[in-house]
Structures are given as structure tokens and as C-alpha cells.
């Protein structure tokens, strides 16, 4: 069954609704003290960091940065999923490591999915060779002569070389064409994504503004001398003396 502009437009609109408002959600939850632990206090100093708000935001914005990548994978994935359920009868498969199953053209499709394509180091590479290695087992223990294909689809980016030998890498345009089966797919998600955009980043502005005003207010009390300056000692003390 084709998806139609509207089912696509809906199903991305309600997605990306729940992305803001985690991410709105994330930002009210910011503790200074959990930041300035997380956060490598050396590379603030080094860029001549010098007040309490500029702080604040560094190490705000480097939080901020790195759950949004989370969020906006998991989005990223979901979209994925749906849209190959709908176009190529796509389902979840049960063997581990492996995100999609569908069949075309009499082989079997095995995919895994990540958001970008610098995703993860050798040893995250290998574990997912291992799952469409033992997928592939799994399958073939119930029909030997099954044609297996394994993909690792990628949300955004590009690759020049997808045969990996033990697995195919899809990126972006590629990806999208893959599950959707539709020439710049990739291209449709960027208008629904629009819609949603205005209204709920003037939310996240007003609750960043907020998040800002008070953490540096606890930051100046905390971590600042008598004199206004930034106690850089006690800062990095607190993030990595052992006593502390």
C-alpha cells in the first residue's frame, strides 16, 4: 500500500511533536552540579572563558548538543521503520541487533539501523557483523536455501563504497530509496519537519532563556570569587578531585 503525502505529513508531525517536547523536557531537568561533572572543565579555561553566563552556556549547549543527537536519532530510526513497514511490508524482526526484516524480490533483508555514518568504532562494527551473522544462521536453520542480504541503513550522510563485503552500507538519499522504494525521498521529510519547527523552538528558546538565568545565578554563588572572577580551581576540583 502506497503512503500517501498526508499519512507521512501525520505520521512526522506526531514524531517530531514528542522530539521537542523531550527535548524541551531535557533542558528543565539540567543540574549545574551533573554538567560541570560531565563536562571537561580544561577545555572551557583554554577557550578564555571568563564569565559565570558564558559558562553556563558552554557547558549547557554541549549537553544540550549531545541529547539532541540521541533524540533526534531515535526519531531518525522510527521514521525508518514506518516507512518501510508501509512501503515494503517491513516488520520488526526477532533476531538480535537486527532493527527491520522485509522481503523483495525473493531475498530476504536484514537491517540494521543507525542515525548517521560515522556511528560507532571497530569494536561496535564487529558486534553488528556478529548479529547478521547469526540472523543469517537463525533463518537459514529454517530454510537453507533462503537469499539473505545484510544492510546497515544510515538516516543521513553518504557512502561511496556500500559493499562491505559481509554487509551493504546505505546512506541518506540511498537509505531512503531503499525503504521507501521512492526516488528523493530523503528530500519529503524536510517539509513536515518545517510545520512543527517554529512553534516548539520558541518553547525551547523561552525554557533555554530560563535554564540559563538560573544556573548562572548558582554558578556566580558557587564557583565565582568576591571579586566576580571564575574560581577555576574550585571548578576543577569539583568535577575531578578524588575527595569530592
Not at 503525502?5 to 551533573?34: A, V
Not at 526516488?183 to 523561552?206: C, G, H, R, S, T
Not at 554558578?219 to 565565582?224: A, I, M, V
Not at 580551581?233 to 578531585?241: I, L, P, T
Request: charged share 30%; glycine share 6%.
Amino acid at each position: 500500500m502506497k503512503l500517501t503525502s498526508t499519512e507521512l505529513t501525520d505520521y512526522i508531525g506526531k514524531s517530531i511533536t514528542e522530539f521537542h517536547l523531550k527535548r524541551i523536557e531535557k533542558i528543565k531537568n539540567i543540574k549545574l552540579n551533573d554538567v560541570i561533572r560531565r563536562k571537561n572543565p580544561y577545555m572551557f579555561k583554554a577557550k578564555g572563558i571568563e564569565t559565570a553566563e558564558q559558562f553556563v552556556r558552554a557547558v549547557i549547549d554541549a549537553y544540550i548538543s549531545s541529547s539532541e543527537e540521541t533524540l533526534f536519532g531515535d526519531f531518525s530510526e522510527n521514521l525508518a521503520r514506518f516507512i518501510c513497514e508501509s512501503e515494503k511490508n517491513g516488520y520488526k524482526s526477532s533476531c538480535e541487533g537486527i532493527d527491520i526484516e522485509f522481503t523483495e524480490n525473493n531475498i530476504r533483508y536484514l537491517v540494521s539501523l543507525k542515525s548517521g555514518p560515522n556511528w560507532g568504532n571497530s569494536s561496535q562494527v564487529k558486534k553488528m557483523i556478529d548479529n547478521f551473522k547469526k540472523a543469517i544462521k537463525t533463518l537459514r536453520t529454517q530454510n537453507q536455501g533462503i537469499n539473505i542480504r545484510c544492510v546497515n541503513g544510515c538516516c543521513y550522510g553518504k557512502d561511496n563504497c556500500p559493499d562491505k563485503g559481509e554487509y551493504l552500507k546505505y546512506c541518506g538519499e540511498v537509505f531512503w530509496y531503499f525503504v521507501s522504494g521512492e526516488q528523493d525521498f530523503y528530500l519529503k521529510i524536510l517539509k513536515p519537519l518545517e510545520k512543527e519547527a517554529k512553534e516548539k523552538n520558541k518553547m525551547f528558546v523561552e525554557e533555554y532563556a530560563k535554564i540559563v538565568n538560573l544556573l548562572t545565578k548558582e554558578f556566580l554563588n558557587n564557583f565565582c570569587k568576591d571579586d566576580g572572577t571564575i574560581d577555576w580551581e574550585m571548578v576543577v576540583k569539583f568535577n575531578s578531585a578524588a575527595r569530592i
